[in-house]
């Protein structure tokens, strides 16, 4: 991988459409031709021959079937690193973005700043070469568009961002090259996803740029705590309980994994490299190292197939939220362990279709779970709800429950051995957790950008002291 703006050259295969000087020439050459076509002339017998040889037409059906209307195809094709590019196993692939697309790129629902505006090709298409800035531009776009539709066709409805309102439509702004420094964040008061860039730790003079933009998991990261503080605007403050925090996190980093487990030829190329079982290592829970830094890990950035437990993690959030995340994946290994039917089905299809289902649960989980102080065990509790209505096997609870059991985050009344029924709630484990901290705010040192943010540190609630003291106070409006 380049790490200057210069890029490369790309591969044949992946130069999809004519250039504007292409059609151009062509149509010029066309009307020449055309100049030069002799016309057909034809005889009388000709005629005669064509008239009584030519099939009699049947009548004509009335009324006549309407065909489908297709409707006008707005669609942009674009090229996106499939993972980072540090990944060798994925590279750049091509991804077909739906709607109005233009110069930026820019859409209804996201633009892009500080960097030059890409316009489309003749063909509507943004095709840049990887490397540079315009690539990037493209590429952060393309992701954070396949995560916002991911998590729009999961919750069945449009997902506003935090300040949209029914007079505020105003997109969210996607830095790709926000500036120097080892961060990638998003700020609901900037309306934004920043993504920095840095130098490679350790590296010998002059050191690689690590461009973060570059990371479909960073990108899909960011942009799910962006997604999450629409559905749920009081989780993401710092004093709440450290749980609610590590769910933030947590939606964070699944939101990386789903996103890539929704594209058919990742599921595939996860399929092979693990022999379809989920917990051997791969792409998938473990993550380029250099890219960790810049979400404050000190590993790689997927971590989710690990055996936390809660007695085993403090309250940092990011701590905390690998016991959640870890247990979805969990869930997710053994949802795919039981849906796979190898004689009737493809297992990477399977792969597909089981992601989109636990992703869809997960999403909808969240929306059930209360507006502030939420547990993982409210969530956990409100999946076990939601999978039993949509009418799925009851494995798909057990799994919920046993893994969230083995984990310390819920007490199970009955034997793991036996069937979840009934609509009991799960209790929670009582950990130290649960409650708000000393110290009036969570320990987030360890997490992402966004969770170290200064405006979610701070509460309103804490003005309040100050505020008792300014409605004491003299002058302004009496009233
Ligand atoms: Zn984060």
Known sequence: MSDTTEGYALPVDLVPTPTREYNLVSAHEGAIRQTFRPAITFSATDISDLTTEAPQALPL??????????????????????????????????????????????????????????????????????????????????????????????????????????????????????GITMNAFYSRNEKALKFFQFAK??????????????????????????????????????????????????????TAIFLALSQLDQAEALIVLTKGNLHNKNFLSSMAEEFGPALGRDNGLRNADNDKKMSEVSSEVHDLSQVFTGGIYDVLADMFAHDRNLSKEDEALTLVQTGRYLYSLLLRGIQGAPAANATFANVVNQMLTI?????????????????????????????????????????????????????????????????????????????????????????????
């Open 201 to 254: 730790p350790g590296a010998p003079a002059p050191a690689p740029m690590i461009f973060t933009c570059r990371s479909l998991d960073i990108v899909a990261h960011e942009t799910g705590h962006a997604i999450l503080d629409s559905l749920k605007p009081g989780w993401i403050g710092a004093s709440s309980n450290p749980q609610t925090g590590a769910l933030h996190e947590a939606f964070g980093d699944l």
């Open 61 to 178: 059906p009335l009324p006549l079937p309407k065909p489908l209307p297709l409707p006008f195809d707005f669609s942009s094709r674009m090229l996106v690193f499939k993972q980072d590019p540090t990944v060798t196993e994925i590279g750049v692939r091509k991804v077909l973005v739906r709607g109005l697309t233009t110069t930026g790129p820019r859409n209804s629902r996201i633009q892009l700043q500080g960097v030059a505006p890409v316009a489309p090709n003749s063909m509507n298409d943004f095709i840049q070469s990887p490397g540079t800035e315009g690539f990037d531009a493209v590429h952060t776009f393309a992701v954070v568009q396949q995560t916002l539709v991911m998590a729009q066709r999961a919750a069945g409805a449009t997902i506003k961002w935090q300040w949209n309102s029914t007079t505020n439509t105003d997109p969210i702004n996607v830095s790709p090259r926000a």
């Open 387 to 479: 999978t039993a209505a949509d009418g799925k096997p009851v494995e798909y609870r057990n799994f919920l429950r046993n893994h969230f059991t083995v984990r310390q985050v819920v007490v199970s009344p009955t034997p793991l051995t036996q069937d979840f029924k009934g609509k009991a709630e799960l209790m929670a484990v009582n950990h130290p957790h649960l409650t708000v901290q000393a110290s009036g705010l969570q320990d987030r040192s360890r997490c992402c950008g966004t969770m170290r943010l200064r405006e979610y540190q701070t509460d309103e609630s804490m003005f309040e002291e100050e505020l008792k003291m300014l409605r004491k106070g003299i002058g302004g409006t009496s009233k």
